[in-house]
């Protein structure tokens, strides 16, 4: 099974950068695919940005162009590197791992974090 353990999340005004981590063990890092996905209040869970083994990445409109995701090996690690925040970018964040290709569907992702808040007030 593999475990993951988000963190960076915070309180932060519009306009400002966060960066998130995602601490993954339990499994052989390079072999899986990691993704973001985060939830606002009364809201599905919804896809953010994933990366493959092979560094291939891949990101949802709604922050395509202010984010970037990239990943350590070495350290096990995934980061969401998020600037030019918005208060709808506002949600728990959290990172899922899968197998050798990534997707953007929480149905395909058996292993989750516990969350990571992010407020962004206006």
């Known amino acids: 099974q593999v475990q993951l353990v988000e963190s960076g999340g915070g309180l932060v005004q519009a306009g400002d950068s966060l960066k998130l981590s995602c601490k993954v063990s339990?499994?052989?890092?390079?072999?899986?695919?990691i993704s973001w996905f985060r939830q606002a209040p009364g809201k599905e869970r919804q896809f953010v940005a994933n990366?493959?083994?092979?560094?291939?990445?891949y990101y949802a409109d709604s922050v395509k162009g202010r984010s970037t995701i990239s990943r350590d090996n070495a350290k096990n690690t995934v980061t969401l590197q998020m600037d030019s925040l918005k208060p709808e970018d506002t949600a728990v964040y959290y990172c899922?791992?899968?197998?050798?290709?990534?997707?953007?569907?929480?149905?395909?992702?058996?292993?989750w974090g516990q969350g990571t808040q992010v407020t962004v007030s206006p």
């Open positions: 899922a791992a899968r197998p050798t290709w990534a997707t953007s569907r929480t149905r395909d992702y058996a292993d």
């Open positions: 339990g499994r052989a890092f390079s072999d899986l695919a």
């Open positions: 990366i493959n083994p092979s560094s291939t990445m």
